[in-house]
């Protein structure tokens, strides 16, 4: 698969709804600050998505796109909703689903990095290493925030009234949930075995060659962004050669996964 221009501009409007999100969380997080220096902090760190944001709608502009007004509105609106379903997780939790929307953010730019150097198209570069070291920071800072609850109980952000609630509950009242959970657990586990049996039966890759890439700059990809394009991946052929070569190089449980799975379920609908 040729890597086009249309594919950097679709990774920018996914960058765009994803900083859109992420402006809106660290603008509710505010209220959550244990001291006026976090808050400021906070405070600046929306400030900064906001110009992330603008950077992005410029490079999506630059070659050529229409930047994405609704969906990134949409994402606000997202952002929001989690934020209230956040009041039924620990501190901890929402922690560490921020933390994961940061990777995401991290993973995508990088991703999107490979794709404009490999284009050619240098001027979107610098807001894409501007954005990196931004969401690396980032990740830092909640790293930071969850070492302080694990050591001390404690944070710069605080729990609200309800997350403190359900910290308690499950402090002295979780365990049927622990043994519901570890039931339910057990058996996904038994079934993506299944799954996996189901799909290797269909996997055939005699032919493919397992030294030749999928697509170009495939290597320098990380596993998340790998499985992310495989998931919207409709060709078989392309699968097989991404299945061959991941198999023959480095092997990443998830990726190997992920492409199986999504063989199984192609195979399976013709």
Same mark, same amino acid.
């Given at each position: 698969?040729?890597?086009?221009?249309?594919?950097?501009?679709?990774?920018?409007?996914?960058? !765009?709804?994803?900083?859109? @999100?992420?402006?809106?969380?660290?603008?509710?997080?505010?209220? =959550?600050?244990?001291? /006026? $220096?976090?808050?400021?902090?906070?405070?600046?760190?929306?400030?900064?998505?906001?110009?992330?944001?603008?950077?992005?709608?410029?490079?999506?502009?630059?070659?050529?796109?229409? $930047?994405?007004?609704?969906?990134?509105?949409?994402? %606000?609106?997202?952002?929001?909703?989690?934020?209230?379903?956040?009041?039924?997780?620990?501190?901890?939790?929402?922690?560490?689903?921020?933390?994961?929307? *940061?990777?995401? #953010?991290?993973?995508?730019?990088?991703?999107? %990095?490979?794709?404009?150097?490999?284009?050619?198209?240098?001027?979107?570069? $610098?807001? #894409?290493?501007?954005?990196?070291?931004?969401?690396?920071? /980032? &990740?830092?800072?909640?790293?930071? %925030?969850?070492? +302080?609850?694990? %050591?001390?109980?404690?944070?710069?952000?605080?729990?609200?009234?309800?997350?403190?609630?359900?910290?308690?509950?499950?402090?002295?009242?979780?365990?049927?949930?622990?043994?519901?959970?570890? #039931?339910?657990?057990?058996?996904?586990?038994?079934?993506?075995?299944?799954?996996?049996?189901?799909? +290797?039966?269909? &996997?055939?890759?005699?032919?493919?060659?397992?030294?030749?890439? $999928? @697509?170009?700059? @495939?290597?320098?990809?990380?596993?998340?962004? &790998? &499985?992310?394009?495989?998931?919207?991946?409709?060709?078989?052929? *392309? !699968?097989?050669?991404? #299945?061959?070569?991941?198999?023959?190089?480095?092997?990443?449980?998830?990726?190997? =996964?992920?492409?199986?799975?999504?063989?199984?379920?192609?195979?399976?609908?013709?």
């Amino acid at each position: 698969m040729a890597v086009t221009k249309a594919m950097l501009v679709s990774e920018l409007q996914d960058l !765009l709804r994803l900083t859109s @999100f992420e402006q809106t969380i660290a603008t509710v997080r505010r209220t =959550q600050a244990a001291s /006026t $220096p976090v808050a400021d902090e906070l405070k600046a760190n929306a400030a900064k998505s906001v110009e992330r944001a603008q950077l992005l709608r410029q490079a999506v502009k630059d070659l050529g796109g229409v $930047p994405d007004v609704v969906g990134a509105a949409l994402s %606000r609106a997202g952002a929001f909703l989690q934020t209230q379903v956040n009041q039924v997780q620990t501190l901890q939790g929402a922690l560490l689903g921020d933390l994961a929307l *940061e990777h995401q #953010l991290r993973e995508r730019t990088r991703y999107a %990095r490979t794709l404009a150097a490999s284009l050619g198209q240098h001027q979107v570069l $610098p807001v #894409l290493d501007r954005l990196e070291t931004a969401h690396t920071a /980032t &990740i830092a800072w909640l790293e930071a %925030r969850l070492d +302080e609850v694990g %050591r001390t109980g404690t944070s710069a952000l605080k729990a609200t009234p309800v997350q403190a609630a359900v910290g308690s509950l499950l402090k002295y009242g979780g365990a049927p949930f622990a043994v519901a959970a570890g #039931l339910v657990n057990r058996g996904t586990s038994l079934l993506a075995r299944g799954a996996r049996t189901a799909g +290797e039966d269909v &996997i055939d890759l005699t032919g493919v060659d397992a030294d030749q890439e $999928p @697509f170009a700059a @495939f290597h320098t990809l990380s596993g998340d962004s &790998i &499985i992310r394009h495989v998931a919207e991946v409709d060709d078989l052929d *392309e !699968l097989r050669e991404t #299945l061959a070569y991941e198999r023959a190089h480095k092997d990443r449980k998830g990726v190997v =996964q992920a492409v199986e799975a999504r063989l199984a379920q192609l195979t399976a609908s013709v």
